[in-house]
Nanobody
Framework: QVQVVESGGGLVQPGGSLRLSCAAS????????MGWYRQAPGKQRELVAT???????????SVKGRFTISRDYYAKNTVYMVYLQMNSLKPEDTAVYYC??????????????WGKGTLVTVSS
């Protein structure tokens, strides 16, 4: 089992920066993909960025060149951290941002776990 908790959302002016953090715990070595998704009011949830267990990244076209996803391990490799550095923020980046972990269960069944989300508001 894997759990994730997001943090780092808030209010920022257009053009500003914000860094979101996602802490994954549990059987972190079963994780094969981590991602950030977002959902704006009245819209469907969409992919923002993903990073695989070997470090390959993928970005939505709308955030390429502005957002960077990265990862690290803490607490003697018991916590897997994934970050989303967001620069040059625009009002249209306003959304609830969710962290997602894709992992294999003990029976090697692909599973995923969603965090509860953190709100990012870009406004002057």
């Amino acid at each position: 089992q894997v759990q994730v908790v997001e943090s780092g959302g808030g209010l920022v002016q257009p053009g500003g920066s914000l860094r979101l953090s996602c802490a994954a715990s549990g059987n972190i070595y079963s994780i094969y993909n981590m991602g950030w998704y977002r959902q704006a009011p009245g819209k469907q949830r969409e992919l923002v960025a993903t990073i695989t267990s070997n470090g390959n990244t993928n970005y939505a076209d709308s955030v390429k060149g502005r957002f960077t996803i990265s990862r690290d391990y803490y607490a003697k490799n018991t916590v897997y951290m994934v970050y989303l550095q967001m620069n040059s923020l625009k009002p249209e980046d306003t959304a609830v941002y969710y962290c997602n972990a894709q992992y294999y269960s003990n029976s090697y069944t692909p599973m995923d776990y969603w965090g509860k989300g953190t709100l990012v508001t870009v406004s002057s």
